[in-house]
């Protein structure tokens, strides 16, 4: 954990283009990391003072970029998802400054982590820039509310990547994860990874939302029986409702899905793509969807985008690029696969069944 202020003389941290009158002692406590950011909770300091101001501050996530991960900034990615999203659409975030000093005591604080074991081994030796000091404030979507309920989803791909073969029966997203669940087969929930197809959430067709939202129910680290006031059926239909029709869950993922198209028309395949127009569609794919909804079914759902933050450029086509032809030569997008004697795979993909034999 490290010591910082929100405001002061000079600022360790403050949003940009305004400053408090009043300091308060903060501390920055490691929560995650992702191969782009590392993310802090920000909590009150024992000996220190919160100003009123500054009370919304704690137990936000303070959310900094890793270093040589991108040429795009903060602040112009910033912009840019601004400009692509609705405000009510996307997590609430606030940019905000850091005081160099700050950036260097966690990467110090990084590198102690590392010794001790605690950091994953896949993020070893990557850092915070001491080159952008820009961070992102964000609510931390999973924080308990009473009578309130948070489910986190992967929209992932919702086309069919632009590269994959004509008589594809998987899409991306399902040939990556039955390529996924073959190689690693140990994993949680019963060794299956990626357990709903992301064509069929986005279809507009209640009897195809439905099982993917119950799937989303079994997946959730949340318990809805002894909770919620009215039944996990009716939790369902209301959920279902909100992805199909007029529903503003389907509004959203079309929008999501036209920009993914928009944003990488031809693939990673394709002759000399754009690599941040392809970074961002990449980022488009990954990104998190937060649903939130009431026990009692009284309020209306409400979803946000988060995880919108750059992705990675560095060798990152080569491994586009390679991992398009391993799903396209070991036969995993055509349901060819060599593996089928290792794991019997549970088909889910909505083209396995429209294009089957």
Known sequence: MIEAQLDGDPPAIHPRGRKYQQQSEIVLEYHKEGGANVLYRIQPSAQGTIDPAHRTWINQLLRLRKDNISSISVDSYHRTIKKNFESDDIVRSELVICHPSIIDALNLELKQLEDDGIRPTKRLNQFISVKDLHGMLMPNMLAPAEGVYTIEMKPK???????????????????????????????????????????????????????????????????????????????????????????????????????????????????????????FAMTLRDCSMFLRFSGDCDRPVEARLADLDPKPTEGKLSYWRKLEEQLTDEGWYTGTEKFQEIQKQDEVCLLWTRNGT
């Open 157 to 279: 791909w919702l086309l069919q990547s632009p590269t994959a073969p004509p008589n594809a029966r998987r899409c991306r997203t399902c040939a990556k994860a039955a390529r996924d669940n073959c190689k690693a087969p140990q994993r949680q929930w019963g060794g299956r990874v990626h357990l709903y197809c992301p064509l069929a959430l986005v279809s507009d067709d209640e009897e195809l939302v439905t099982p993917v939202i119950r799937t989303l129910f079994k997946t959730a680290h949340v318990s809805f029986e002894n909770n919620a006031l009215c039944s996990q059926d009716r939790i369902i239909n209301l959920l279902t409702s909100y992805f199909t029709g007029s529903g503003d869950g389907l509004r959203l993922l079309k929008q999501l899905q036209d920009l993914q198209a928009k944003f990488d028309p031809d693939g990673a395949m394709g002759i000399a793509p754009d690599l941040e127009k392809l970074a």
